[in-house]
């Protein structure tokens, strides 16, 4: 069975699965979420400090999410 995802042209570092973290916005490949990394960076931590806690990701994959939320305010 496939799997619904959504990416866009606009985002394409970022995906949203209903089957990965209950559909919400999250970095392609991982189950980080955009919220996570938003807050993250919204309790004091640096780019940095996310890269070296998360070695997986990579400042373009932090700075999408940014964009993301940018692009997509309620």
């Known amino acids: 069975m496939l799997k619904a995802m959504y990416s866009s ?3 394409p570092l970022i995906s949203i699965d209903p089957e990965v973290r ?6 392609v490949g991982t189950r980080i979420s955009v919220e996570d990394v938003l807050g993250w960076l919204g309790n004091g931590m640096s ?6 806690d ?8 932090v700075r999408a999410c940014l964009r993301y939320a940018a692009n997509h305010r309620a």
Do not use: K, M, W
């Open 9 to 11: 042209s606009a985002h």
């Open 47 to 52: 780019v940095e400090e996310v890269l070296r």
């Open 54 to 61: 998360f070695p997986q990701l990579t400042e373009e994959q």
């Open 22 to 27: 209950f559909g919400r916005a999250c970095i």
